[in-house]
């Protein structure tokens, strides 16, 4: 199945990173002829 999965991808805390949101989106293909 051709198209993209957006998962909610974290790295750190929360706690110690207050001014920035260690959490971002990212896209995943899921057609792998698109992977290089």
Not at 6 to 29: A, K, Q, T, Y
Request: charged share 30%.
């Amino acid at each position: 199945m051709d198209g993209w999965i957006r998962i909610f991808e974290c790295h750190g805390s929360l706690e110690s990173r207050r001014d920035h949101d260690p959490c971002n989106w990212v896209e995943i293909s899921t057609n792998p002829k698109i992977l290089s």
